[in-house]
Each structure stands twice: as structure tokens, then as C-alpha cells.
């Protein structure tokens, strides 16, 4: 696993913070509402709405992302082949363990919902043990709804033999739109 070779540049144009995988995993547990750490409310579209047993919220209770905040949140990236492309493709953005960080999850569940109404519990220890990501760049660009953006969960299936099989396929939610935290 490995950032992304000329990501620095890229990331200076869209005032991105750029680390290494595992850096700040254990930060945020013990924020609050207020403070340095509040959530700004977003100001262009949402792409995720992030609700249930969360510390920290902006909106209606819940944590809305547009993309400018899922992309100033640390950014990793890696290559990965699923079975819904023919091909390895490289994905892009925010661990999900820092999202949920970010957001004060305390919950051991999260509930995925996307925009064809599929759901799907999944156990909050993937994101854990995992370095699974909220992508919201395919192969270094913003991914439409028919490439099944525009944010993908994915797990690193190419570095983990033991995720290639249809339990974690399905947890692998693509045009995923809310997280519920149970
Ligand atoms: N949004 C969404 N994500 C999804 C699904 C889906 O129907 N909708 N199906 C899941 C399942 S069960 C699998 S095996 C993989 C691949 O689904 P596909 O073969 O229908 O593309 O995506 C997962 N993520
Ligand atoms: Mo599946």
C-alpha cells in the first residue's frame, strides 16, 4: 500500500492533506461538538451523510460530506481488482476508519445504503483491521454514477487474499450514499 506518486501537486491545487496509511489511526477519539474539531456544514453537494451513534454533526444530526470535505480529510490510495471492472483499478480517499473518526462513531455496526437502495450492515472492526477506503477518485478522477460513484467503499483485495470471496465483495458498496453507525 502506498500514496500516490504525484499526489502532493494535485493535493497543493486542491489543498488536500496527504499521509501515509495508519498515520493519526488512533486520532479524534475523545472530541466534541464544539472546538477546533466541529464539523464546518458543507457548502456544494452531499455525497455522505453519516448518521446514528456519532459525536459529532453539522446538519439535521447527522455528519453531511460534500466532496471538498471528504478530500481535505487524509487522502490514501491504492490499486485494486474487483469483480465489478474488468480491470485493476486505483482508488482514492479518505480511510474509512478516519471518517469515522472524524465523526465520533461509537457504534460497533454501520449500516451502507446506496443510491439503487442496496444495504448492508457491516462489522465497524473491518474498518479497523482493514485499510478500507471511501473512495471518491477512480483512477485519479471524480467518479460518475455509472462507474458506480460517485463514492465507492472499497477493501484492499489485491494486498488480502482472504477478502476475495463474496462476503466482503458484498460489504464493497459502491454509489454508497449514508452510513449508518448502530
Ligand atoms: N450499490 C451497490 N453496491 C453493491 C451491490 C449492489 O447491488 N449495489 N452489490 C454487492 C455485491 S453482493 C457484490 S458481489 C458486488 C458486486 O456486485 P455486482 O456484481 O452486482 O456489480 O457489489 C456489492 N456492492
Ligand atoms: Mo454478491
Known amino acids: 500500500m502506498s500514496t500516490v506518486a504525484g499526489m502532493r501537486r494535485r493535493d497543493a491545487l486542491l489543498g488536500c492533506a496527504c499521509s501515509v496509511i495508519g498515520a493519526g489511526r488512533a486520532a479524534a477519539e475523545a472530541d466534541t461538538t464544539a472546538g477546533p474539531r466541529a464539523l464546518a456544514a458543507p457548502s456544494g453537494a452531499v455525497l455522505l451523510s453519516i448518521g446514528g451513534r456519532i459525536r459529532r454533526t453539522n446538519r439535521g444530526g447527522r455528519a453531511e460530506f460534500d466532496r471538498a470535505m471528504l478530500q481535505a480529510l487524509p487522502q490514501h490510495s491504492y490499486a485494486a481488482r474487483t469483480p465489478w471492472f474488468a480491470q485493476r483499478r486505483k ?92
Do not use: H
Not at 471524480?142 to 462476503?167: E, H, M, Q, T
Open 91 to 182: 482508488y482514492t480517499g479518505p480511510l474509512l476508519r478516519e471518517l469515522l473518526a472524524r465523526v465520533g462513531a461509537e457504534g460497533s455496526t454501520l449500516r451502507l445504503a446506496a443510491l439503487n437502495d442496496y444495504r448492508i450492515d457491516i462489522p465497524v472492526d473491518d474498518a479497523r483491521r482493514f485499510d478500507m477506503l471511501v473512495a471518491c477518485l477512480l483512477d485519479d478522477r471524480p467518479i460518475g454514477v455509472r462507474d458506480k460513484g460517485p463514492l465507492l467503499v472499497i477493501y484492499p483485495f489485491d494486498s488480502d487474499v482472504d477478502l476475495r470471496n463474496a462476503l466482503y465483495y458484498s460489504r464493497s458498496v459502491w454509489q454508497l450514499t449514508t452510513i449508518d453507525v448502530l
